[in-house]
Nanobody, 123 residues
Framework: QVHLQESGGGLVQAGGSLRLACAASGRVSNMFAISWFRQVPTKGHDFVAAVEWWPGHEYYADSVKGRFTISRDQAKNMVYLQMNSLKPDDTAVYFC????????????????WGQGTQVTVSS
């Protein structure tokens, strides 16, 4: 069992930055990857970024490459998403998710999910 808790969301102007944090507890070392997804109303969960728990390979959606950076702190069981050059289109609820499998892009392939944190980017 793995428990995930997101924090760090909020309101920011376009061009600004935010850092999201995902605190993981439980059998985190058994997970293949921890990732961030986002969701806007009436749409599904879109993949944002993933990091393999070991050895740390990173994956990014094309829409965030060069602007967002995912990282992990294995000692603290934390995963972060540094979001720079934010755009209004980045407005969404951001979720942390963990998977024991090797596929990282599909929400339904994950085993554990957090409750989400709202990110709002004003123009």
């Amino acid at each position: 069992q793995v428990h995930l808790q997101e924090s760090g969301g909020g309101l920011v102007q376009a061009g600004g930055s935010l850092r999201l944090a995902c605190a993981a507890s439980g059998r985190v070392s058994n997970m293949f990857a921890i990732s961030w997804f986002r969701q806007v109303p009436t749409k599904g969960h879109d993949f944002v970024a993933a990091v393999e728990w070991w050895p740390g390979h990173e994956y990014y959606a094309d829409s965030v490459k060069g602007r967002f950076t995912i990282s992990r702190d294995q000692a603290k069981n934390m995963v972060y998403l540094q979001m720079n050059s934010l755009k209004p289109d980045d407005t969404a609820v951001y979720f942390c998710a963990a998977t024991g499998g090797t596929g990282v892009y599909i929400w339904d392939d994950y085993d554990y999910w957090g409750q989400g944190t709202q990110v709002t980017v004003s123009s």
